[in-house]
C-alpha cells in the first residue's frame, strides 16, 4: 500500500498506528465462518493471554465493538442477581463501570475518592471488613485513570479481593500492553481492554481476559443482555472458536499484526517507549512553563494531563486547531472544575515525534501571542 503522511495522535487512543497494522486491513475477501479464519481468531485468543501473563485457566473472550462494549459485557455478566459490587471511582471511567451496573439495577457500593491521587487502600479494606453479611461480590476499578493520567493500586487491591473472597474486575482498556500486568499475581478475574490503545491496533475490537472457572460461575447467573452476555459469548467461542455475531474481520488482521508487533518490540521495551516519550513531553512542556495536574510519583507515564494556562490569549481550541492543521492532535480534559488538555504518549510513536510536538507546540504558543507566564 502507499504510505500516507503521518499523523502524530497525542489522544489517549485510538493511537498512531504503524505502516505494517495499517497494511494488514487489506486483505482478501473472508467469511468469519471460515475454519482458516477460526484459526486466526484462535491464535490471536491465545496471545492475547500471554500478554498478561495467563496460564491455561484463563481465556480471552471478544466482543465488536469500543472499550465500553466490554465494561457493559463484564459488568452485567458477572455480579451474581442478589449481590452488590464495590466500584472503586476516582475518575470518568470508574464513574462509568458505575453508571453501567446502575443501568442494570445491579446494586453498586460506590466508593468516590478525589481524581487527582491514588483511592485509599485503607478505606476500601474498611468497606470489605464491614461487609458482614457477605453482599458484596465484586470488585471494579480502573487501572489507568485515562481521564487524568493516574495509576490505581492495582496489584494491592487484588490483594484485598483474594483476601475477602471478592471478584475482580479491572479496567485495564489503556494500560493493557503498555505496562506488564501480572494477571494472576494481581488475582484479576477479568481484565478488560480493547484493540486501539496501546497494543497499538486499529478500533473495533474490545475483550476480556477472563479466569474460566470465575466465566463458568458466572455462565449460571441468569442473563442481563442479550448482545453483550460475557458468558454465552464465552461458551459459543469455545464451542466454535468464532464470535457469537459478525466479526469485525479486517480489524481482526490488523489486530493480528499488532499483537505480532508487540511481542516483537517486547513488553519492557514498549513500557520504555512510552516513559521516554512521556519524559520527552514532560521536560518539554515543563520548559515551557506549563503546569501538570497530578504528583510526579502518580503519573502512569502514558498520559500526561496538562493544566490550561490562564494566559488570556489561551484558548485550547486553538491550540488544538493549529496543531491539528501541522498534524498533531491533542486532547481535552474531561474534569469538573479544572480546566486541563491531555497528551497521551500511546500508539507508534517514538521521541523523535515528542521533540517534533515540542517545536510545534512552542511555534503555536507563540504565534498565538502567548508568551511567558502561561498562568496569570
Ligand atoms: C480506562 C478506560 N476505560 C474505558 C474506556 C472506554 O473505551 P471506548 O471509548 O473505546 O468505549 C476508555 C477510553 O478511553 C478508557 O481509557
Excluded at 4 to 26: C, E, F, H, W, Y
Excluded at 58 to 80: K, L
Aim: hydrophobic share 40%; proline share 5%; aromatic share 10%.
Amino acid at each position: 500500500m502507499t504510505d500516507m503522511p503521518r499523523k502524530i495522535l497525542l489522544n489517549p487512543g485510538p493511537g498512531t498506528t504503524s505502516q505494517s497494522v495499517k497494511d494488514a486491513l487489506v486483505v482478501e475477501d473472508i467469511c468469519p465462518r471460515e475454519k482458516e479464519f477460526q484459526e486466526v481468531m484462535e491464535n490471536l485468543r491465545r496471545d492475547l493471554v500471554k500478554v498478561v501473563h495467563a496460564g491455561n485457566d484463563y481465556d480471552c473472550v471478544m466482543f465488536a465493538g469500543s472499550g465500553t462494549a466490554v465494561m457493559d459485557a463484564c459488568i452485567n455478566s458477572v455480579v451474581p442477581p442478589d449481590k452488590k459490587i464495590l466500584i472503586v471511582n476516582n475518575g470518568a471511567y470508574g464513574m462509568r463501570l458505575a453508571a453501567i451496573a446502575k443501568a442494570y439495577g445491579i446494586a453498586v457500593e460506590e466508593m468516590k475518592f478525589a481524581w487527582d491521587s491514588p483511592p485509599s487502600l485503607q478505606a476500601i479494606e474498611e468497606k470489605l471488613a464491614s461487609d458482614a453479611d457477605g453482599s458484596i461480590a465484586c470488585i471494579a476499578m480502573v487501572h489507568h485513570e485515562t481521564t487524568t493520567g493516574l495509576l490505581n493500586p492495582v496489584k494491592e487491591t487484588g490483594a484485598l479481593a483474594q483476601r475477602y473472597g471478592k471478584t475482580f474486575i479491572v479496567d485495564g482498556i489503556s494500560s493493557y500492553a503498555a505496562i506488564p500486568i501480572d494477571i494472576e499475581a494481581c488475582h484479576i478475574d477479568y481484565l478488560l481492554s480493547t484493540s486501539n490503545k496501546c497494543i497499538q491496533g486499529m478500533a473495533g475490537i474490545s475483550f476480556v481476559i477472563a479466569k474460566i472457572s470465575a466465566l463458568e460461575s458466572a455462565g449460571k447467573f441468569p442473563s442481563r443482555s442479550y448482545y453483550l452476555d460475557l458468558c454465552e459469548q464465552y461458551a459459543y467461542m469455545k464451542r466454535t472458536g468464532q464470535m457469537t455475531f459478525t466479526a469485525p474481520v479486517q480489524i481482526v488482521y490488523a489486530l493480528q499484526q499488532a499483537v505480532k508487533e508487540y511481542f516483537d518490540e517486547g513488553a519492557e521495551k514498549r513500557r520504555a517507549r512510552y516513559s521516554e516519550n512521556w519524559d520527552t513531553l514532560y521536560e518539554g512542556l515543563a520548559k515551557l512553563g506549563f503546569q501538570f495536574l497530578l504528583k510526579p510519583e502518580h503519573e502512569s507515564k502514558i498520559l500526561l494531563s496538562v493544566r490550561e494556562p490562564t494566559h488570556p490569549d489561551f484558548d485550547f481550541n486553538v491550540l488544538h486547531d493549529r496543531l491539528y492543521a501541522r498534524g498533531f492532535t491533542i486532547y481535552p480534559g474531561k474534569i469538573d472544575n479544572t480546566k486541563t488538555f491531555r497528551l497521551a504518549v500511546i500508539g507508534d510513536l517514538r521521541k523523535q515525534d515528542m521533540l517534533d510536538f515540542r517545536v510545534a507546540l512552542e511555534e503555536t504558543l507563540a504565534g498565538m501571542g502567548i508568551q511567558h507566564p502561561l498562568y496569570i
